[in-house]
Every structure is written in structure tokens, then in C-alpha cells.
């Protein structure tokens, strides 16, 4: 029913064994109004919808943000969006370096990120790469702290469809809970918009019903915030359970006007469709300050129904450890030492 | 979509922001101010009169008031600098004592934003960020200006007029104060400035920067009081220009009044800017410079984009956002940080705009009105946008000076630019399209004094702003700005 041009270089046959979904795959997702529906229907149509986007202006864009960091957060509210922050991050590793040791040891600061205080939320999930993802599951089981895990030749995207699937699939069986992909930016800029859909789909069936999907957009990569709506609407379209900014390794990643561009495509997705998709910010936010500044954003932009770990994660390392720092100067009065804080 | 069947509630649906109010102590609030005069602060010979806090109703401060003798102690004063020190003296002299005000301006900068907001009303946010900034941007981009006459195109040695008379009004009472001063003193006049009498503060502030900054008596004089002292002055022998800001109303008797005289005048008065949207439009930005567009300073903006036009197949859409973005706009106490809009500058003028927007709902139009809730006391408006009107309507025909947007459709280019010329006024417009050629014609078409691109509200001294029709005429900023204070010698 899909008719994409095949990418260059690759064996057109090679999507056979892995056929495009269809609505076949369950639960069922509500049905898409007729306009979004059609979208899809080739590529000469999916470019015409992309392009009939509404642009981003970014003189305008980053007024925006640049008032939106002039919220001052104090007191009580600044402790609930610590506490709130905290719940949402999204605890990464992704070294090559990384072993089993080192995941253990991050999975336990998820779990008691300041074991002095027991008040202290939880973070969201540990992210991965797939072959640690089992010793992250191991670490985490009954916890209710997901595991997430990067897949499909993370994180430059530049292999074929089989081995990224191959790729997600190791991860989901070894237990992940999330996974998160990688968009093909190099068909993205040549203007292969299908193919990006397509693999967004193909990756979206391997985990349907098994795992959310969280779609990288890697942003940096992108350069232009038209590009990066455009981009935001192939995965909103794809299935994409979670909008995200970056893979960490491209700068820029997060900022605060890119991430308004991702706010802003799923509040219209949720106004056309009734359908509410997650977001995720990754890389660049390594202060509360900033975190919290996010979550202004997620307030005044998308609204209140997304400050919630469900709806909003930070992918980040060393934010979680800033954020103690800060509650604890909260709930104290003053700062501590940072070297009373667990490097992982 | 979501594969998980179960999804948690928001845990912090909640989330508020705390109350996070600048000192009021940081603005130094004296019981009692008097009038600058030669050099010094000296009792006016009127009746106190008081001024008070819009976001409180309370009284904050009373000011000593000029009598029309006073306003013949100031001219007198001005004249006297004038002829014997500041007229004479160079212009990198005069440079200087310019670039020492901005930089007393900067240095004072926390304390005038927290009294620029209790004595009009607009949020902290706003004085802080744009009026005190730019206030002192305008002293330092005039410095420049002060020893480079001879490049302005008008001769080698361009004069002074002579003696200014200035009248402002309460809506950015120490931005207009530099609007005005600053290019006047940089061509080598000297001021006898009014401000207005709910907003008298900032003005008398800035006179103790300028006589810190050590700039020499009577150079800039400040005299304090109502329409009548501003009638006195606008009209006074002694003056050889005259600048006003302010209602067409008052622009239009003071033009009478001067007709024949010889005085030079610029007049800046109201205006009924339309911001006009195509349906190529980067919406979400539109969205963003329609609200900053007449939610800025509660809309008491003589350059507001207080009509709406935009192309009927994306009205709907727009409106749907602009609503949804409207409402998350937070009114309230002007001190808190996180304050979008604040009060209104007075009860008269509060009960203008309610009788306004009263009248269009009896017209027949829908009023939307934000439901953030407003302060019990003080004097606020909720933001409001009234649709279903008809160009003939007086919400459409009349300038409100408030947080009251209309919003008309159009259907082609030509039908925008009648519509959105189908005013007396002509002082601002905003264009917003991602077609550069369009946005280029409709500028030449639009009958107004300035044109925002994808934009709205942004100033820069360099830039000159000024009006059309009965918006005025004369220009302030930039080259054209500097011109209105001096005789062409070429």
C-alpha cells in the first residue's frame, strides 16, 4: 500500500522479511482523523503535508524562551520541581566503556539516588546500550524504575533496517521496557521523508505491545527548526511514543527553543488527535535551573497534563547528581559539599 | 499513542508557582517629591497632589505641584542654560554628560524598575527587561550622536532650537522621559519636561541621576502637575519646540494652539495598530507577537496591535491557540517575577476600557476574556479578545489603551491593507508572513509609521518611530530623531 522510493544503495528486498505494519498490529491505535490519515499515503503526499506545516519563525521562537527562563521558581515550587525532575530522568549511560559493574552501579543510584534521604523519588528508568540491558533489568526488577535502551545502530543510524531491528529486538528481550531510536537523518536530508516513516514504523511494530518507542531526532543534525517540526511530525505520524531531542553525542542537543518545537507538535497532535505522546529532552541540561526551566516550558507550552514522568523525561548523567545537590540546599538551607554526592 | 493501557494521573497537575515579589523597599519610595528646577529640587508653588500604586489602589507618594509661575522659573532656567553654558559648549562635551546618565541609569536600574512598577503598574518584568534598559540605551546610543551633528545631512553645523518643551505620558514614563531628552540635549538643547501626574516618579528620579551625573542647571528641568501645567508649558513664550506624546485629542488642541506661532512641534499620539496574519504565517510566532502585541503593558501602548486581521483559512486555528495561549498568561501583583500583566494606570482609564468593551458586547460582538483570576484590589483587566465584530463597531473604530485585542477575517492582500488602513490613525501595523516580497509590498502599502516583520513591539534608539494621519508626525530615534531638535544648515 506504501509506495516510498527505496533508499539508494540498498536492496529494495531488504524490507520483505520485515513487512511495513499495518493496523493489524494490536491494540488497535484510535483511528486518525482523515487529514493525518492521508498524510501518509506516498511520498509525494507525505512531502506536501510536511511542507504545508506552519514554519517556525525563530526570531520568534527564542523571544519566547528567552521569556519563559525568566520564571522565577522559589520555595515550595522549586522543591516540587526538583522532586518532580528527579522522577524524570532518564539515568544514561553510553560509553563504550561501559560494563556490567558500571551499569550495577548506576542502577542502584537510580533506585536511591540520595540514600541519605529517603524521601527522594526515584528516577525514571536507566538507558542503556542493548547488550547492558539485561544486567540494568536484573539490577531494577520489581522496582518500578524502567530500562530503556538506545537501539538501532545508535547513534549515527547508518546501518540497514534489518540490523536495527535486529538491534531493537536484542534490547527488548533482554528486558527493556523503553526503546529508543534513532531517526535516518541522512534520508531526512535528502528529502526521504517516507523511509524516515517507514523505519519509524518497522521499529514502532517490534515493539508494539512489548515497549514504548522513544524517536531521537537528534535535532543538531537537523539545524533548522522547520526541520526539526517536520521531523517531529514523521514521528508523531510513525507511532512514536516519545518525541526526543538528541543522541547526546552531537551538539548542540537540548535547548530550550528546540525543545518548545517538540512541545508544540505534540500539543497540536494531542488538539487534532486526542492522542497524548511523551517527550524527551536529552544531552546539553546538566543544571536544576535548566531542568527546571524545562518544566516551565512543559507547563506553559504543552500544559499541565505533561508534567508527569510518563509524559516527560530528561535523558542526562550528571543532572540527576546537580538535582540532589539542590534539594538538599532546599530542605538544609545551604549547599553541601559535592563530594558528598555518589558519582554513580 | 501510548502502548501502556493504564497511564498514572499527572502527579503534579498542581504545580504552582510560588509568589516571587521584588522588595518594594528597593525602590526607596520617598513620602514627598518635589519639582527639578535649575539644578535643584525646589517646592512647587501649587497644591500637593498624590500618586498612587494601580496595583494596590493605595496612595504611594505625594509630589509637590508647579504653578504656572513655576513653569516661567523653568523656561527661564532652560533659556538662561541654554544661551550661556550648554549651547556653547561641544559636543563631545555634551557627549559625555549623556554617557554619564546612561551609565547612572544602569547603575540605579533595580531601583527605577521597582518604582517604574509601583507607580504605573506594569509589571517588574517588563521594567525590568525593556523600559529601564532601553531608557538607558537611548541616552547612550544619543552620547554618540552629540559630536557627529555635521553627518546628519543637515550642514556642517546644524543649530539647536533652543529651549524644549516636553509633555509625556503614563505609559512608559521614564522611556518617553528619554525618548525626549536624549536626542534633544545631544543636538545642544535644553529641556523643560512634564511628566504625567499619575506617574511623576521615574521622571524626578532620573533628574537626581542627571544632577548626579553633574549636568549644569536649567539644562533639564522637571515640572510637576496636570493638563493645565502642561498647557502652560506647551504654550509658553519662552519655548522654540514643542514635543508631545500623548492623546490625539490634546495633540490636536496643542497644534492649534501653536499654529502660526513658529514653534517646532512633533506630535506622538494614539493609534489602532493591525496586525495582520497570512495564512503562510509561522502561527505559533504570530500567536506569540499578537499577545505581545496588546497584552504588553496591559495594551496601554500607543503602538498596540490591537486589531487583528487575519486570512480566513487559518482563523480558526489561530484563534484556537491564541486563546489557549492567552489564558495562560498570569495577571497580577506588577512586583511578582512571574507577572505577565499587570494593573491598569488608573481608575479613569480602567473605566474606559470596560465601558469600551461594554459597548462591543452590546453591539452584537463575543467577548472571550481570560479567567486567571485579578486581584480584588488595584485596578486590573482580565486580557480579553472580542471576535464577531463589524469595522464599524466603536471597539474597532476607537483606540481602548487596554488588554482588549478585536479580531477581524480578511480574504486577499488588498482587502488586508484596506481594512487595516481603514482608520484615522497610523502609527504601527505587524505583517506576518513567510513570503518576503509580500511582507515587502505590504509595507508600502500600509498608511502607518512603522511595520513589524514577523514581529511586534521592538525598539531600538536607532531606529525612528513616529506616526501617520492622526497618529502624529515627527519622528523619534535614529537620524530623523535628531533632526526634530535642530535647524537644517545646509
Redesign the interface.
Known amino acids: 500500500m506504501t509506495t516510498y522510493a527505496a533508499p539508494p544503495g540498498q536492496a529494495s528486498g531488504s524490507t520483505s522479511s520485515d513487512p511495513v505494519p499495518t493496523a493489524t498490529a494490536t491494540?488497535a491505535?484510535?483511528a486518525l482523523p482523515a487529514h493525518l490519515a492521508g498524510a501518509t499515503a506516498d511520498e509525494a503526499t507525505l512531502r506536501r503535508f510536511l511542507s504545508g506545516l506552519?514554519?517556525?519563525?525563530p526570531?520568534?521562537?527564542e523571544?519566547?524562551s528567552a521569556t519563559l527562563a525568566?520564571?522565577?521558581?522559589?520555595?515550595?515550587?522549586?522543591l516540587?520541581?526538583i522532586d518532580?525532575a528527579i522522577?524524570m530522568v532518564d539515568l544514561t549511560t553510553l560509553e563504550g566503556a561501559d560494563t556490567p559493574g558500571k551499569v550495577r552501579n548506576l542502577s542502584r543510584k537510580a533506585l536511591a539516588p540520595d540514600p541519605g534521604r529517603p524521601g527522594t523519588p526515584r528516577v525514571a528508568a536507566v538507558c542503556v546500550y542493548p547488550d547492558r540491558v539485561a544486567t540494568a533489568a536484573d539490577a531494577l526488577a520489581g522496582s518500578g524504575v524502567k530500562v530503556a535502551s538506545v537501539a538501532t545502530a545508535f547513534p549515527s543510524g547508518r546501518s540497514s533496517l534489518e540490523v536495527k531491528l535486529a538491534d531493537t529486538r536484542l534490547a527488548i528481550e533482554s528486558g527493556a521496557d523503553e526503546i529508543d531510536m534513532v531517526i535516518d537523518r541522512g534520508a531526512f536530508l535528502a528529502g526521504q521523508y517516507g523511509l524516515v516513516l517507514e523505519q519509524i514504523r518497522a521499529v514502532k511494530a517490534e515493539?508494539?505491545?512489548?515497549?514504548?518507542l522513544k524517536v531521537i531526532l537528534e535535532t543538531g543534525e537537523l539545524a533548522t527548526y522547520d526541520n526539526v517540526r517536520r521531523a517531529c511530525w514523521i514521528a508523531l505520524l510513525g507511532?512514536g511514543?516519545f518525541l526526543k531531542t538528541s543522541t547526546g553525542k552531537v551538539n548542540p542537543a537540548a535547548t530550550l527553543p528546540i525543545v518548545q518545537v517538540l512541545l508544540?507538535a505534540v500539543r497540536d497532535w494531542r488538539?487534532q488527535t486526542g492522542?497524548?505522546?511523551?517527550v524527551k529532552p536529552a544531552g546539553g541540561i546538566r543544571t536544576t535551573k535548566d531542568a527546571v526551566r524545562h518544566?516551565v516550558a512543559v507547563?506553559?507550552v504543552a500544559g499541565?497534563?505533561?508534567?508527569?514522568?510518563?509524559?516527560f523525561r530528561f535523558g542526562a548523567s550528571s543532572l540527576l547528581d546537580d538535582l540532589v545537590l539542590q534539594r538538599r540546599a532546599q530542605l538544609d538551607g545551604h549547599y553541601a559539599d559535592p563530594d558528598t554526592v555518589a558519582l554513580d | 499513542?501510548?502502548?501502556?493501557?493504564t497511564?498514572?494521573?499527572?502527579?503534579?497537575?498542581g504545580?504552582?508557582?510560588?509568589p516571587?515579589p521584588e522588595s518594594a523597599a528597593i525602590a526607596d519610595v520617598k513620602d514627598r517629591y518635589l519639582p527639578f528646577v535649575d539644578g535643584a529640587f525646589v517646592e512647587g508653588r501649587g497644591d500637593d497632589f498624590a500618586t498612587y500604586n494601580p496595583g494596590t489602589a493605595e496612595t504611594l507618594a505625594t509630589v509637590s505641584q508647579s504653578t504656572t509661575d513655576d513653569v516661567d522659573t523653568a523656561v527661564a532656567a532652560a533659556r538662561r542654560a541654554h544661551d550661556e553654558v550648554w549651547g556653547p559648549m561641544s559636543g563631545a562635551e555634551r557627549g559625555r554628560y549623556l554617557f554619564r546618565i546612561a551609565r547612572g541609569l544602569a547603575e540605579r536600574a533595580r531601583e527605577l524598575a521597582v518604582l517604574e512598577c509601583l507607580d504605573n503598574g506594569k509589571p517588574i518584568?517588563e521594567t525590568r527587561?525593556f523600559d529601564v534598559p532601553t531608557a538607558a540605551q537611548h541616552f547612550f546610543y544619543h552620547a554618540g550622536w552629540a559630536d557627529k551633528l555635521q553627518h546628519l545631512g543637515l550642514g556642517q553645523a546644524p543649530r539647536p532650537l533652543g529651549v524644549a518643551a516636553q509633555v509625556i505620558p503614563w505609559n512608559f514614563p521614564l522611556l518617553m522621559a528619554a525618548w525626549k531628552i536624549a536626542p534633544a540635549l545631544a543636538a545642544g538643547n535644553t529641556v523643560v519636561i512634564k511628566p504625567a501626574e499619575t506617574t511623576p516618579l521615574s521622571v524626578l528620579v532620573l533628574a537626581e541621576v542627571m544632577a548626579d551625573a553633574g549636568l549644569p542647571p536649567g539644562v533639564v528641568n522637571v515640572v510637576t502637575g496636570a493638563g493645565d501645567i502642561g498647557s502652560a508649558l506647551v504654550n509658553h513664550a519662552g519655548v522654540d519646540k514643542v514635543a508631545f506624546t500623548g492623546s490625539t485629542a490634546v495633540g490636536r488642541e496643542i497644534q492649534r494652539s501653536l499654529a502660526g506661532t513658529g514653534r517646532r512641534l512633533t506630535l506622538e499620539l494614539g493609534g489602532k495598530g493591525a496586525n495582520i496574519v497570512f495564512d503562510?504565517?509561522?502561527?505559533?510566532?504570530?500567536v506569540?507577537?499578537i499577545v505581545n502585541g496588546i497584552f504588553f503593558n496591559a495594551g496601554q501602548v500607543c503602538c498596540a496591535g490591537s486589531r487583528l486581521l487575519v486570512q480566513e483559512p487559518v482563523a480558526e486555528e489561530l484563534l484556537?491557540k491564541l486563546e489557549a495561549r492567552a489564558q495562560?498568561l498570569r495577571i497580577g501583583d506588577p512586583l511578582d517575577?512571574?507577572t505577565d500583566v499587570g494593573a491598569i494606570n488608573s481608575p479613569t482609564q480602567k473605566a474606559k476600557i470596560d465601558e469600551l468593551v461594554g459597548s462591543g458586547a452590546a453591539e452584537g460582538a463575543q467577548v472571550w476574556r481570560s479567567s486567571c483570576p485579578v486581584p480584588e484590589r488595584g485596578w486590573y483587566v482580565a486580557p480579553t479578545i472580542i471576535t464577531g465584530t463589524a469595522g464599524s463597531m466603536r471597539v474597532v473604530r476607537e483606540e481602548i489603551f487596554g488588554p482588549v485585542l478585536t479580531v477581524e477575517t480578511f480574504r486577499t492582500p488588498d482587502e488586508a491593507v484596506a481594512k487595516a488602513n481603514n482608520t484615522p490613525y497610523g502609527l504601527s501595523a505587524g505583517v506576518w508572513t513567510?513570503k518576503g516580497s509580500r511582507a515587502m509590498a505590504m509595507a508600502g502599502a500600509l498608511k502607518v509609521g512603522v511595520v513589524w516583520d514577523?514581529?511586534f513591539n521592538r525598539f531600538d534608539p536607532a531606529a525612528s518611530f513616529g506616526g501617520y494621519g492622526e497618529s502624529g508626525f515627527g519622528r523619534e530615534g535614529g537620524r530623523a530623531g535628531m533632526a526634530a531638535y535642530l535647524e537644517d544648515a545646509s
Open positions: 491494540p491505535p484510535p506552519p514554519a517556525v519563525d526570531v520568534g521562537l523571544q519566547r525568566t520564571r522565577s521558581i522559589k520555595k515550595a515550587s522549586k516540587a520541581a518532580l522522577s515493539c508494539e505491545g512489548r515497549a514504548r507511532g511514543d508544540q488538539d492522542q497524548q505522546v511523551a518544566l507547563n506553559e499541565p497534563e505533561w508534567l508527569d514522568p510518563h509524559w | 499513542m501510548t502502548t501502556q493501557t497511564e498514572p494521573a499527572p502527579l503534579s497537575a504545580w504552582t508557582y510560588a516571587a518584568r527587561d503562510d504565517a509561522a502561527l505559533d510566532q504570530a506569540e507577537g484556537a495562560t517575577k512571574n513567510e514577523n514581529t
